[in-house]
């Protein structure tokens, strides 16, 4: 629990974690802590300097890419619950490697959607390589609001696809993407592509404003075979399903963000003098403090809420996922703003990562796409009738 | 009482008028051509992102990205050519005399492009401001005539501003707070000058600049009573630049390290220091704090400014987007929701625009360059041509009597009232703006989702730039507990700022 102080049974009961997920917490945070804080500032050095695959290989031993199978695939048991753990313990140190390991659930929940357990047993349980294991996805769109989206033409015994999208995460990392593309059946469907195979040409890695860590491509097609995933002019429909299960693992992400923001923010306080006494002592500093702990306590308590609501199916766990997701995404921006403000000129700086934690906030609130469509979608389906209240 | 007299008195009540209503009142004092010099600074600023800032903006962001220690001369030289450093010089020393009210509308049309590039220019007025602040004439003339002279060479000269120390930031800003303050730069007297030791950090151009106007302290013990400034020139034994800082935005202005061991000033490069001041109405601390209210009523404004600006250009960047994006089926700009959230801000860049103008009245009217919106002496300035000036002025500029008239006439001229209304409004300008800045920037990734996160598109730039604007001069804490001093304590004569 965070900050640590005993807790009290009972009270907290809808805060308390199993056994299982408990030793996954603790392993992660040990992880986050062995390998995620020493080469930070290096590695967000990219793309002028190497990708990280190491900490991607490592990432995958430890299994931070199967957490989210189904459990016959080795999959936890409390999946949403076992990812949003893992996000939140990365994203404190370092959101970067958070942002790949959402992407990779999202497309396993997006395939798991589609019903390919066949496409999922292959691409990730059996996977002998990281290029095998991760796939590239777009985890910043909802292609639903994107337009112009990658054709697909039936030709053939398959589907060629062309057109270009942008910002394809992991997609010089993964030998395989999972592409929205629209169809001749309208709406949109869901089609994995070989990068390495003809006809593809993806982009020099773009320069974006958090996670530098976590690779991303614009990739042109031309004519690229692409298997149809699940059925035709489904997508929208696979998409919306894990954008519900999924908001609540990105919520995870920022508000890991937002714990390490406020650590380091307090320990710099309690140590600067100005003024004669330790800034922690001004009282305008303990109120900007003070919002800060407030706001990242509620995001860890609506987070793990939200987590166990979607794996426990509780009434309205869906909106209950995506209101975690708005909210504390929103306050992960104001926090990490704060975080800055504390440290003075020494925030704006590289060298003490509160920086970092501000634009990678900001640019985690734009997982599972933008955020006025976002709100737009959520009070479209409680105006249809489905309750938010629990 | 008459009707006048309980009519003045009724307005000197809380909130003063006065205090208040900064634009009706200049309307009668400040000079019409203002609005003129105003319209060509605006203008000159648009041709120059035009031509120079828009193609070269994202190429310096991205290359400092790449190499930190990346120093744009180029970009120095273009500005340079462009005529920006000597603007704001008055005629008396060489410059071209633009009225310091132009300054902050350029500011602003700069920093819609690009604040890094507005900061390069800018900055070198905070240091020249400090400069200025010292009333020292025979300086300010060498070094505003050295400036003249490189731009008219093609090599800048640019004057850098140094107070922040490594254990000082805040407590630079405030004597209340240097009162207390663990500052490090020491001057000890020597014979034929002063001997400095002591480190300087964050000084932006540091590294681009020739002169470095520096504030050191006699006796550490008592920081408040021995502020002391210095010209410092570029070779100088015992001085030498540190580090430059990997900052998060602003990159195309360098922050650097100003390194002073031993390093030896003769006399002639004294600007002033508080405890020689002599005959004054203040003592040596309020002096101290007058030299910094002068400097920061000036440039407050100008970072609101830049606040101004850059919300600005978030907004343009989320208009164009909203315009050629279509989502769910039909253009973005067609949207209500968006149309209310464009309005928005437009809004705060609006409110931005009207608090620093605000700020720029008072400042030009109760600040240190107060003389100079007497509009006699404005016109004078304005009409004569500087060849005029250079022919008398160097001469009664390098005399000390010069000095000593000046400081009275400025410094003792000022009236408490006025140097309250001066810095709380600069503050107050600085906070609005700079927090309507940052707001603007968020607003238009979160309309622009994964596009305003990429470096091409721009509008993340201008986030990572934006946020500094809440840290440099005075964060915008430091800038609120200013305003409570200024402008709310005198409703509470009990209240003691500072103390906690
Ligand atoms: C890129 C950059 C460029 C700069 N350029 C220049 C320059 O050209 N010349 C120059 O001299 N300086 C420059 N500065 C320094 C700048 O003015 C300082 O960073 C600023 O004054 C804050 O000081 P600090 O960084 O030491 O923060 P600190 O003073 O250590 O402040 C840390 C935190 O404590 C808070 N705090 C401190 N004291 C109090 C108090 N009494 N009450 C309430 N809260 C308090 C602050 O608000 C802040 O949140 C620059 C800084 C940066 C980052």
Same mark, same amino acid.
């Given at each position: 629990? +965070?900050?640590?102080?005993?807790?009290?049974?009972?009270?907290?009961?809808?805060?308390?974690?199993?056994?299982?997920?408990?030793?996954?917490?603790?392993?992660?945070?040990?992880?986050?802590?062995?390998?995620?804080?020493?080469?930070?500032?290096?590695?967000?050095?990219?793309?002028?300097?190497?990708?990280?695959?190491?900490?991607?290989?490592?990432?995958?031993?430890?299994?931070?890419?199967?957490?989210?199978?189904?459990?016959?695939?080795?999959?936890?048991?409390?999946?949403?619950?076992?990812?949003?753990?893992?996000?939140?313990?990365?994203?404190?140190?370092?959101?970067?490697?958070?942002?790949?390991?959402?992407?990779?659930?999202?497309?396993?929940?997006?395939?798991?959607?589609?019903?390919?357990?066949?496409?999922?047993?292959?691409?990730?349980? %059996?996977?002998?390589?990281?290029?095998?294991?991760?796939?590239?996805?777009?985890?910043?769109?909802?292609?639903?609001?994107?337009?112009?989206?990658?054709?697909?033409?039936?030709?053939?015994?398959?589907?060629?696809?062309?057109?270009?999208?942008?910002?394809?995460?992991?997609?010089?990392?993964?030998?395989?993407?999972?592409?929205?593309?629209?169809?001749?059946?309208?709406? +949109?469907?869901?089609?994995?592509?070989?990068?390495?195979?003809?006809?593809?040409?993806?982009?020099?890695?773009?320069?974006?404003?958090?996670?530098?860590?976590?690779?991303?491509?614009?990739?042109?097609?031309?004519?690229?075979?692409?298997?149809?995933?699940?059925?035709?002019?489904?997508?929208?429909?696979?998409? %919306?399903?894990?954008?519900?299960?999924?908001?609540?693992?990105?919520?995870?992400?920022?508000?890991?963000?937002?714990?390490?923001?406020?650590?380091?923010?307090?320990?710099?306080?309690?140590?600067?003098?100005?003024?004669?006494?330790?800034?922690?002592? +001004?009282? %305008?500093?303990?109120?900007?403090?003070?919002?800060?702990?407030?706001?990242?306590?509620?995001?860890?308590?609506?987070?793990?809420?939200?987590?166990?609501?979607?794996?426990?199916?509780?009434?309205? +766990?869906?909106?209950?996922?995506?209101?975690?997701?708005?909210?504390?995404?929103?306050?992960?921006?104001?926090?990490?703003?704060?975080?800055?403000?504390?440290?003075?000129?020494?925030?704006?700086?590289?060298?003490?990562?509160?920086?970092?934690?501000?634009?990678?906030?900001?640019?985690?609130?734009?997982?599972?796409?933008?955020?006025?469509?976002?709100?737009?979608?959520?009070?479209?389906?409680?105006?249809?009738?489905?309750?938010?209240?629990? | 009482?008459?009707?006048? &007299?309980?009519?003045?008195?009724?307005?000197?009540?809380?909130?003063?008028?006065? @205090?208040?209503?900064?634009?009706?009142?200049?309307?009668?004092?400040?000079?019409?051509?203002?609005?003129?010099?105003?319209?060509?600074?605006?203008?000159?600023?648009?041709?120059?992102?035009?031509?120079?800032?828009?193609?070269?903006?994202?190429?310096?962001?991205?290359?400092?990205?790449? @190499?930190?220690?990346?120093?744009?001369?180029?970009?120095?030289?273009?500005?340079?050519?462009?005529?920006?450093?000597?603007?704001?010089?008055?005629?008396?020393?060489?410059?071209?005399?633009?009225?310091?009210?132009?300054?902050?509308?350029?500011?602003?049309?700069?920093?819609?492009?690009?604040?890094?590039?507005?900061?390069?220019?800018?900055?070198?007025?905070?240091?020249?401001?400090?400069?200025?602040?010292?009333?020292?004439?025979?300086?300010?003339?060498?070094?505003?005539?050295?400036?003249?002279? &490189?731009?008219?060479?093609?090599?800048?000269?640019? =004057?850098?501003?140094?107070? !922040?120390?490594?254990?000082?930031?805040?407590?630079?800003?405030?004597?209340?707070?240097?009162?207390?303050?663990?500052?490090?730069?020491?001057?000890?007297?020597?014979?034929?000058?002063?001997?400095?030791?002591?480190?300087?950090?964050?000084?932006?151009?540091?590294?681009?600049? !020739?002169?470095?106007?520096?504030?050191?302290?006699?006796?550490?013990?008592?920081?408040?009573?021995?502020?002391?400034?210095?010209?410092?020139?570029?070779?100088?034994?015992?001085?030498?630049?540190?580090?430059?800082?990997?900052?998060?935005?602003?990159?195309?202005?360098?922050?650097?390290?100003?390194?002073?061991?031993?390093?030896?000033?003769?006399?002639?490069?004294?600007?002033?220091?508080?405890?020689?001041?002599?005959?004054?109405?203040?003592?040596?601390?309020?002096?101290?704090?007058?030299?910094?209210?002068?400097? =920061?009523?000036?440039?407050?404004?100008?970072?609101?400014?830049?606040?101004?600006?850059?919300?600005?250009?978030?907004?343009?960047?989320?208009?164009?987007?909203?315009?050629? !994006?279509?989502?769910?089926?039909?253009?973005?700009?067609?949207?209500?929701?968006?149309?209310?959230?464009?309005?928005?801000?437009?809004?705060?860049?609006?409110?931005?625009?009207?608090?620093?103008?605000?700020?720029?009245?008072?400042?030009? #009217?109760?600040?240190?360059?107060?003389?100079?919106?007497?509009?006699?002496?404005?016109?004078?300035?304005?009409?004569?041509?500087?060849?005029?000036?250079?022919?008398?002025?160097?001469?009664?500029?390098?005399?000390?009597?010069?000095?000593?008239?000046?400081?009275?006439?400025? #410094? @003792?001229?000022?009236?408490?009232?006025?140097?309250?209304?001066?810095?709380?409004?600069?503050?107050?300008?600085?906070?609005?703006?700079?927090?309507?800045?940052?707001?603007?920037?968020?607003?238009?990734?979160?309309?622009?989702?994964?596009? &305003?996160?990429?470096?091409?598109?721009?509008?993340?730039?201008?986030?990572?730039?934006?946020?500094?604007?809440?840290?440099?001069?005075?964060?915008?804490?430091?800038?609120?507990?200013?305003?409570?001093?200024?402008?709310?304590?005198?409703?509470?004569?009990?209240?003691?700022?500072?103390? @906690?």
């Amino acid at each position: 629990m +965070w900050p640590s102080f005993p807790t009290t049974k009972g009270v907290m009961a809808v805060l308390e974690l199993s056994e299982e997920l408990r030793l996954l917490d603790g392993m992660a945070r040990d992880f986050a802590l062995n390998e995620l804080v020493e080469g930070r500032e290096e590695r967000d050095h990219y793309p002028f300097a190497p990708p990280s695959e190491d900490l991607l290989a490592k990432a995958r031993e430890v299994g931070f890419f199967t957490i989210f199978l189904p459990e016959k695939m080795g999959g936890a048991a409390e999946p949403v619950q076992a990812l949003c753990l893992v996000l939140e313990e990365v994203c404190r140190e370092d959101a970067s490697l958070g942002g790949a390991i959402f992407t990779v659930a999202l497309a396993q929940e997006l395939l798991r959607q589609a019903g390919s357990e066949k496409a999922l047993m292959r691409a990730f349980a %059996e996977a002998a390589s990281l290029r095998e294991a991760v796939p590239a996805f777009p985890s910043f769109h909802n292609p639903g609001d994107m337009a112009p989206l990658l054709v697909a033409e039936r030709g053939g015994r398959g589907y060629r696809l062309t057109g270009s999208v942008e910002y394809v995460v992991l997609g010089n990392v993964a030998g395989k993407a999972l592409l929205p593309a629209a169809s001749a059946a309208g709406g +949109w469907s869901l089609f994995t592509v070989d990068l390495e195979g003809e006809g593809v040409r993806v982009s020099e890695p773009v320069l974006s404003l958090g996670l530098h860590a976590c690779p991303a491509v614009d990739l042109r097609l031309e004519g690229v075979p692409g298997t149809l995933v699940g059925e035709e002019g489904k997508g929208q429909l696979y998409f %919306e399903a894990a954008a519900d299960r999924l908001s609540a693992a990105s919520a995870a992400c920022s508000c890991g963000v937002m714990k390490g923001s406020f650590d380091a923010a307090l320990e710099y306080a309690r140590q600067r003098m100005q003024g004669g006494r330790e800034i922690v002592n +001004w009282s %305008e500093v303990r109120m900007i403090l003070s919002s800060m702990a407030v706001r990242a306590k509620a995001a860890e308590m609506l987070v793990r809420r939200a987590a166990a609501a979607v794996d426990g199916g509780d009434p309205g +766990w869906e909106l209950a996922s995506r209101a975690a997701a708005l909210l504390v995404q929103e306050m992960a921006v104001e926090v990490t703003c704060d975080g800055i403000q504390i440290l003075g000129g020494n925030g704006y700086m590289q060298d003490y990562g509160q920086e970092k934690r501000f634009r990678d906030a900001q640019q985690l609130q734009a997982l599972l796409g933008m955020v006025p469509m976002r709100r737009l979608r959520y009070i479209r389906r409680v105006v249809d009738g489905e309750s938010p209240w629990s | 009482m008459s009707k006048k &007299g309980e009519s003045s008195q009724l307005l000197r009540e809380f909130p003063d008028f006065t @205090d208040t209503m900064h634009s009706l009142v200049a309307m009668e004092r400040i000079p019409a051509g203002v609005v003129e010099e105003c319209r060509e600074a605006v203008a000159m600023a648009r041709r120059f992102n035009r031509t120079v800032a828009r193609s070269y903006a994202l190429e310096l962001d991205r290359r400092m990205q790449e @190499d930190p220690t990346f120093l744009p001369w180029e970009l120095v030289e273009e500005a340079n050519r462009w005529g920006f450093f000597t603007m704001w010089i008055p005629k008396l020393f060489g410059g071209k005399g633009w009225s310091l009210s132009s300054i902050s509308p350029f500011v602003e049309e700069l920093a819609s492009e690009c604040l890094a590039i507005t900061n390069l220019i800018g900055v070198h007025y905070f240091g020249y401001s400090i400069l200025v602040a010292t009333w020292n004439i025979r300086l300010i003339d060498m070094i505003s005539r050295e400036v003249v002279e &490189g731009e008219r060479e093609g090599r800048p000269c640019l =004057v850098s501003g140094a107070v !922040t120390e490594p254990e000082a930031g805040t407590d630079a800003e405030e004597v209340e707070l240097l009162a207390r303050a663990r500052v490090r730069c020491h001057a000890r007297r020597v014979e034929g000058g002063y001997v400095v030791n002591g480190r300087k950090i964050f000084i932006s151009n540091g590294h681009l600049s !020739t002169w470095h106007i520096l504030i050191a302290y006699e006796d550490l013990e008592r920081p408040d009573e021995t502020m002391i400034a210095f010209a410092v020139k570029n070779g100088m034994p015992g001085f030498s630049f540190g580090r430059m800082e990997k900052k998060m935005g602003q990159k195309g202005c360098p922050a650097s390290e100003l390194v002073f061991e031993d390093c030896f000033i003769p006399d002639e490069n004294l600007l002033v220091a508080a405890s020689q001041l002599t005959g004054m109405k203040r003592g040596a601390r309020e002096l101290g704090m007058q030299l910094i209210d002068f400097v =920061v009523s000036a440039t407050r404004p100008g970072v609101g400014a830049m606040g101004a600006g850059v919300a600005r250009g978030a907004f343009e960047l989320a208009l164009r987007f909203a315009r050629e !994006t279509e989502v769910a089926g039909k253009p973005l700009i067609n949207h209500e929701w968006a149309q209310c959230l464009l309005a928005e801000m437009y809004k705060n860049a609006a409110l931005a625009r009207l608090s620093y103008m605000e700020a720029n009245y008072s400042n030009s #009217m109760y600040g240190m360059a107060k003389l100079l919106s007497f509009k006699p002496l404005y016109y004078y300035n304005r009409l004569i041509p500087t060849s005029m000036f250079d022919r008398w002025m160097p001469a009664a500029n390098s005399r000390q009597a010069t000095t000593a008239v000046f400081r009275k006439l400025v #410094m @003792d001229g000022q009236s408490d009232a006025e140097a309250r209304r001066a810095s709380g409004w600069a503050s107050l300008a600085k906070v609005a703006g700079t927090d309507l800045g940052v707001r603007n920037c968020q607003l238009a990734l979160e309309l622009m989702g994964q596009a &305003g996160l990429r470096h091409d598109r721009r509008a993340e730039k201008c986030l990572r730039d934006a946020k500094l604007l809440q840290i440099y001069e005075g964060t915008n804490q430091l800038n609120r507990l200013n305003v409570f001093k200024c402008l709310v304590a005198p409703a509470a004569p009990e209240a003691r700022a500072f103390e @906690d």
